[in-house]
């Protein structure tokens, strides 16, 4: 199961950093018509509860600032930014970061049980699932973002 696990971090996470790369700098905050937020929070969002699943963010890592739980954890909106809010690029570079960690959880990690269950995940691997699962969401939100603004 693992090598599966690396193959889909790796998958998704290359599709969100092409995507990236591929985006207009002008759309990134720009909150469509329909949406809570915008593109470059969906970014800081997805590193955000990546961080939480697999490290333990904010409590057990400190790889990423404590502030982004406010910025971009479940329930938060770009409207309630005041100052302090990382770049794009920024994140671009903490995401790409993120992926090296996740390609160096020890294979056998995979199979450990949590302490208690989260969102009904057991295990390491479970919530490993899990977080791939909400990365490839996101980015299939951040492409139907870039749709609508671009027919705005």
Same mark, same amino acid.
């Given at each position: 199961m693992s090598e599966l696990m690396y193959t889909q971090f790796n998958?998704?996470?290359?599709?969100?950093?092409?995507?990236?790369s591929d985006l207009?700098?002008?759309?990134l905050d720009v909150?469509?018509?329909g949406f809570n937020n915008s593109i470059h929070w969906q970014l800081g969002h997805i590193l955000t509860v990546t961080e939480q699943f697999m490290f333990g963010f904010p409590e057990n890592t400190d790889n990423i @600032? %404590?502030?982004?739980?406010d910025l971009f954890g479940p329930g938060s909106k770009p409207a309630d930014w005041s100052d302090n809010v990382p770049s794009v690029e920024k994140l671009e570079t903490q995401l790409?970061?993120?992926?090296?960690?996740?390609?160096?959880? @020890? %294979?056998k990690q995979f199979g450990e049980k949590l302490?208690?269950?989260v969102l009904g995940n057991e295990t390491?691997?479970?919530l490993a699932v899990m977080a791939a699962f909400h990365e490839a969401n996101h980015l299939g939100r951040i492409h139907s973002?870039?749709?609508v603004i671009k027919n705005q």
């Open positions: 998958t998704t996470r290359n599709m969100l950093l092409k995507k990236i207009d700098p002008k759309n909150q469509p018509i @600032p %404590a502030n982004y739980k790409k970061e993120q992926l090296e960690r996740l390609n160096a959880i @020890p %294979a302490p208690e269950p390491v691997g479970e973002m870039e749709k």
